[in-house]
């Protein structure tokens, strides 16, 4: 039998596991599975590290930017943008509570990991797996902003291949950035819903305010919409946007970053919004800087945003412009008897169209103003319309209309420029329409004109007058002298698009010839700037792209465009400032609280009644404003436009003096002042003075019939006043005077031709001066005034006297007596 083994000295024996081969054969294996896996890994890994590895650093914060448009102050007024609507801000000008809810809403533990949060990771697998869905993400705001500054990473392969590029490159960003950096670009980057790229964008949609502004629940509700933006916008679900604000809210109370009474006062408030829906005040201008923009830059350049566009608009003249121009007109709806629809009925039957599915045609009254500097050409404002949102058509720049009596202006011009005076004398009396061919074939031109239902006719009238008060029939009449040919080319010369046909009929001359606003502002700034106009109108002064480049700049032309002499220029103006102040346009001082300015305007009603303007000017700039329907049919029976524009006009003027602060416009040196007889238009000789008679109880008096004219060197206004001529109520003898007009006046039967001076050397007593006439024939009676001491009781001061070295008292002399016996 064998002997049995005592398995006690056995375990002294035993070999340690490790030691023994079949360990070492798992261990071993085991190494060489894991060297092999890692080895497969890397090599997996490394096709997406590499990837990762391309994109610049540099171009993380190359976005496409907003262009944004400053006014003439240099205040913001507008942005433009491409596709995305963004600014870049700094994260200095970002509320610190701003930080924590994007902090709380998107990667609570940002400033602990290094690009990517492994524990977010394990979390986010382990909810997904027991809900048996994709429940929640782990991606980084990092790998976010990975995702955003580098589209193309979302073409890298499926969903896990993309995370893995996006691992990388956050891994990247973290060692090329700080966490304030990494922030900034974020912010400036996420899509917070439409027309909001960036949080600056999304401030100005949300809540119309700069970031820096942002409440806590305002902060909690934009950072609680990064995961849908379009669904959970408050502008569109505001129970999904309460429900997203309030758990952002919630993380905040969380993690500490709010205290549970402030956190509980913040989710009990409703969900507030201030939304700006348009991204700029002044869309009819923003239309125009846009248009121009993308004349003078290549598409390329419009792609890369991010440009500073400097205007000429004036924000506070285009809010008293769009102010006055929307009152003013819902006021000539208000008019009794108003035929058309008017603005606040097309907005409710527009609303009740609109939730039946419906259309409402638009026929209220449309209208426009538009506002240039004199001298530049700068559009300092314009409103093209009196909703932007219903009509984007822009009236004050493309409507052409019928120019009305507004045309007048350029027929005087040509008159004026062809030898006739504004004192020459012209016939006001009934014309056949023959003679103009407008409206009915048969019968007499209207005077609708004259802005009132009263029509008068004076005769024989100053050619002045019939500018000032816009009488079409003696408009036609003064016309006829450098005839239709003429007056054509002096409104083209202005800046007015007259056709080759208008040259054939006579109804251009009242107004039957269409223009537009800018047209007319172009025009008429002539008569403000001795004859002289800017060539174009501009809005754009300046560009600069993104890295500070000047890439446009504006510059004035080096001389004005002339249009007529000065001389020409200035007689219209006198014409259009008596039209202010005792024409057509008289309201503008008596009715509408025209400011003191030296201005000039022109009333301008279109035949029928179907356009109404008005175009004026002082030495700064010039203001045209329009109204009528959107087709040319009647506003109403009788709408002048001294009662529907003229009220703007007026506004918009008084507003513009604080800016623009005019002054006088002075006749030009080339001129010569001459005093004419009203009655005559001739000059006026000492003859010219009438006795209006009894007066408000008062004796009847002498009241001298002229004023004062500026006519070119050597233009001959007929000679002297023939109508005044030994008047008998000149004669001393049947002459009565008050006792403030005792100037004695005598006549002689010889005939007293001075053909200088009388008076020579100093004159103490500031005598009254004959006027030198020249000679006429034999026996011409001439009326002379005897000369008179200012002060005949008193001591004349000789001293006071310029240049005179001693001081003498004199008393003064007795009246001496030239009266025949």
Known sequence: MPRKRDKRHLKLFRVPFYKRTWFKRTVGGAFLFGLVSALVVVIFLKKYYDIAQKYDMDD????????????????????IFEDENRENVSLDDLPWHLVQALVAAEDTRFFKHKGVDYIGILRAAKDNLQSGKKKQGASTI?????????????????????????????????????????????????????????????????????????TVDEAAQICGLIKSPNKLSPLRDKQAARKTRNNVLSRMEIEGML?????????????????????????????????????????EQLSTGGFRIYTTINSKLQES?????????????????????????????????????????????????????????????????????????????????????????????????????????????????????????????????????????????????????????????????????????FARRAGMSVPESAEKFNSTLVG?????????????????HGGKRPRELHLITRVIDRDGNEIYRWYPDDELEKVTDAVTAYQVHSCLSDSLSEGTAMKAMTEYGLKDMDAGGKTSTAYGFTDNWFVGYNSRVTCGVWT?????????????????????????????????????????????????????????????????????????????????????????????CDVHQRDPDLQSDSLQLTEDNNSPVTTSSRSILPKGPVLIGLDPYHSVKS???????????????????????????????????????????????????
């Open 142 to 214: 990092t790998q976010q902003l990975a995702r955003n500054a580098y589209p193309v990473v979302k073409d890298s392969g499926g969903d896990y291949e993309r995370k893995l590029v996006e691992a990388f490159l956050a891994a990247r960003i973290e060692e090329a950035y700080s966490k304030s950096q990494i922030l900034e670009f974020y912010f400036n980057r996420v899509y917070f819903g439409p027309r909001a790229y960036g949080i600056r964008a999304a401030a100005q949609r949300y809540y119309s305010k700069e970031p820096r502004d942002l």
């Open 771 to 821: 006027l030198v006439v020249k000679e006429e024939e034999p026996g011409e009676k001439i009326t002379v005034r005897r000369a008179e001491a200012v002060n005949p009781a008193g001591i004349v001061d000789m001293a006071e006297e310029e240049d005179v070295p001693f001081r003498l008292g004199l008393k003064a002399p007795k009246a001496l007596d030239f009266s025949d016996e």
């Open 321 to 489: 412009a769009e102010k006055s121009l929307k009152e003013q007109l819902a006021k000539v709806e208000q008019r009794k008897g108003y035929p058309h629809q008017t603005y606040q009925a097309y907005q409710q039957a527009a609303d009740e169209a609109k939730a039946s599915g419906g259309e409402v045609k638009r026929e209220y009254l449309q209208g426009g103003a538009l506002v240039i500097d004199n001298v530049t050409g700068g559009i300092l404002a314009m409103v093209g319309g009196r909703d932007y949102a219903d009509n984007k058509f822009n009236v004050a720049l493309w409507a052409r209309r019928a120019a009305g009596t507004g045309f007048l202006p350029f027929i005087y011009g040509a008159a004026f420029e062809n030898g006739m005076l504004p004192g020459s004398r012209v016939e006001d009396e009934q014309l056949d329409n023959k003679r103009v061919m407008i409206g009915d074939v048969v019968g007499i031109v209207g005077e609708w004109g004259q802005e009132s239902d009263e029509i008068y006719y004076e005769g024989d009238i100053p050619v002045r007058r019939g500018l000032i008060d816009s009488k079409i029939s003696a408009s036609v009449r003064v016309a006829e002298k450098p005839g239709l040919a003429k007056v054509v080319d």
């Open 628 to 720: 009528g329907m959107n087709r040319p049919i009647p506003i109403y029976e009788g709408a002048f436009s001294n009662e529907t524009v003229l009220p703007i006009w007026v506004d918009v003027m008084n507003a513009s003096v604080e800016s623009y602060p005019p002054s006088a416009i002075l006749p030009p040196a080339e001129a010569n002042r001459i005093e004419v007889c009203k009655v005559s238009g001739k000059r006026a000789t000492d003859y010219c003075y009438e006795n209006i008679g009894q007066l408000d109880g008062q004796q009847s008096r002498l009241v001298r019939t002229t004023y004062f004219e500026y006519i070119r060197k050597g233009d001959d206004p007929g000679g002297f």
């Open 60 to 79: 993380i914060d190359n976005v496409e930017l907003a262009s944004v448009i400053y006014g003439a102050g240099g205040e913001e007024i507008g942005t």
């Open 512 to 528: 039957q010839v269409e223009t537009t606003l800018a047209e007319y502002c172009l025009a008429y700034s002539l008569f403000a």
């Open 259 to 299: 205290n549970a009474e402030d956190a509980s006062k913040y989710r009990a408030l409703r969900v507030r919004v201030n939304p700006s829906l348009s991204n700029t005040d002044y869309p009819y201008a923003y239309i125009e800087v846009r248009k121009q923009l993308e004349e003078m830059l290549t598409p």
